[in-house]
């Protein structure tokens, strides 16, 4: 029996949910059929929890649609790493965190691709235990690592990983939930392991979205599993260029990040004081 999650490791179940939930939808944007069983007994419960707050019965919505912001961010990223992926050279992609995620399984790689997997030990624990006998479509290593830890990078490189070659990461839903001075120090730990040329992609939500009282709702909710939002910026331009990457950052609902599914206006990047999602996407310089 593997170890019980925390609360930031419980989060990538809710992804799980709304994962398995959007597979059932007739007009869905991707098909993940190992969600359902990357649930846990937690997902739903997280998903009822956040769904309750969003669609509330007695008064219009005012936060984020988050199964389709999170359906719209899945398809954004699959589309990232598989094009990616097909680049000459590019032959190492990373995960940090992994989490619930299966697109090593679901998707299909070129077979000169290795693929890496970082996370807690737990979380890579109770995947492999929900996975059974699943087999990955492309040459892939888990790297059980709290990315925290002070040396995890000699980690990932004894799983296979060449810092000297061009490589693709992803950092997906794991920036908001660390202080600044930790995202900026994982950045730069990033940087430091990534050649040039390398491709990066995150994403990240907006300073306003921490403060917004219409946000509340969801806040309180990450928060009340122990998991509060901590971070965000309102340049993530600037952010990711002052460690190393030059990136541009689209928000859901922009073209090319929109799928036909995000209900909500997108509101020019210079009006204040609204909430916004990014997916930053580039290149390390």
């Known amino acids: 029996m593997t170890k019980p999650l925390d609360a930031v490791e419980r989060t990538a179940l809710l992804t799980a949910a709304l994962r398995a939930a959007e597979t059932l939808r007739s007009d869905r944007l991707y098909e993940d ?8 007994d937690v997902g739903p419960e997280l998903l009822a929890e956040v769904r309750a707050a969003t669609f509330p019965p007695d008064r219009s919505r005012t936060l984020p ?9 899945t398809r954004f990223f ?7 992926a ?6 190492q992609i990373v995960l940090a965190p992994a989490g619930m995620d299966s697109r090593a399984y679901r998707l299909p790689w070129p077979s000169d691709i290795r693929y890496f997997e970082v996370d807690r030990p737990a979380v890579l624990g109770f995947k492999a235990e929900r996975l059974g006998e699943a087999r990955p479509r492309v040459a892939h290593r888990t790297v059980a690592v709290d990315l ?6 000699d980690d990932l490189i004894a799983a296979g990983y060449d810092p000297a070659l061009p490589s693709t990461w992803l950092l997906e839903g794991l920036l908001y939930y660390i202080p600044e001075p930790d995202a900026r120090r994982m950045l730069d730990r990033v940087a430091a392991i990534t050649a040039p040329g390398s491709r990066f992609a995150a994403d990240i939500v907006n300073a306003a979205a921490l403060t917004l009282p219409h946000m509340r709702g969801l806040l309180d909710v990450f928060a009340g599993w122990g998991c509060p939002w901590l971070f965000g910026t309102d340049d993530p331009e600037g952010l990711l260029g002052s460690h190393g990457f030059e990136v541009e950052a689209v928000q859901p609902g922009d073209p090319g990040a929109d799928f036909g599914r995000w209900p909500d206006p997108v509101p020019p990047r210079d009006v204040p004081n609204v909430r916004r999602v990014f997916f930053v996407h580039g290149h390390r310089r």
């Open 33 to 40: 059929p190992y969600a359902a069983r990357l649930v846990g």
């Open 65 to 73: 649609s988050t199964p389709d912001y999170n359906a719209i961010r």
């Open 78 to 84: 699959d589309e990232y790493l598989q094009s990616a």
């Open 86 to 91: 097909r680049e000459p050279g590019m032959h």
């Open 148 to 153: 925290t830890a002070d040396h995890w990078e």
